[in-house]
């Protein structure tokens, strides 16, 4: 049961790596536009963009 749990931590892991890896790699997906978060905030209220 142990391994089981450590194989899925470390899938988990590596997914996130690889996630990330390859977000970084898609800069054209933003065309000459900078990326957005999607959210408007003022002092500490924040709410969506559509």
Known sequence: ???RS???RFGAYLF???D???AMRRP???GIKQ???GLR???DHCE???
């Open 20 to 22: 990330t890896y390859w």
């Open 6 to 8: 450590l194989l899925q």
């Open 41 to 43: 905030c003022d002092g």
């Open 28 to 30: 054209w997906q933003y």
């Open 35 to 37: 990326p957005q978060c």
């Open 1 to 3: 049961m142990k391994h």
């Open 16 to 18: 996130g790596l690889v």
């Open 48 to 50: 969506p963009v559509d």
